[in-house]
């Protein structure tokens, strides 16, 4: 039901800012309400729905394009220096594991140094 529902949500079937319970999705595919529950906890902890109690499940609205640009920004500015300092900071044995990755990479072709 998680790919389902999934599904439903990608396509906008179910619509960003609509509230949702356990009873009218399981309706519809005519199963049980625990495989839509379990479905619906999993998406919770992925941040896809959000629980109400006592009132079902709320869809958050979909994420803008400035919203998904400050994102990504943030990302390019966070991720470089994240990488500078675990590389400030790995040991020797911690370089030498990342050694073959390394090789891997450039002899598939997804190093552009190579």
Known sequence: ???TLLGQLMSLRIEPGSRVTIDV???EPGVSQTPIRDALNRMEA???VVRVPHAG???PPQITR???EDMLELRLL???AAARRSAERA???QVAG???HGRARRSCGRDRRA
């Open 1 to 3: 039901m998680y790919v």
């Open 91 to 93: 040991s020797l044995q």
């Open 57 to 59: 499940y709320h869809i």
């Open 46 to 48: 992925e941040g896809l």
């Open 66 to 68: 400035q919203r998904f």
């Open 25 to 27: 999705l399981a309706r």
């Open 78 to 80: 966070l991720e470089p």
């Open 98 to 100: 990342l050694r073959p």
